[in-house]
């Protein structure tokens, strides 16, 4: 399970967003929450959102680490 990125309660996978109902309302109010959620599910069914694992990234060799 993933946690919400506010408060780390946990979330369901299949969540669309990464915060949960409550911590959203609180940071975008409910009218605004409810738009994300309803926009972010519209983009995972038309396939606009692209899953990729964590790691892709630090193993690209374009990425370079600023410590």
């Known amino acids: 399970m993933k946690k919400c990125i506010y408060c780390g309660a946990e979330l369901s996978d299949n969540f669309v ?3 949960c109902h409550k911590c ?3 940071v975008f109010g409910e009218k605004m929450f409810h738009t994300i ?3 972010m599910e519209t983009a ?4 606009d959102l692209l899953h990729t694992p964590k790691d892709i990234f630090q193993k690209s060799p374009e990425i370079k680490d600023f410590k």
Do not use: A, L
């Open 17 to 19: 967003i990464d915060f």
């Open 37 to 39: 959620v309803k926009n």
């Open 44 to 47: 995972r069914e038309n396939g």
């Open 24 to 26: 959203g309302i609180k």
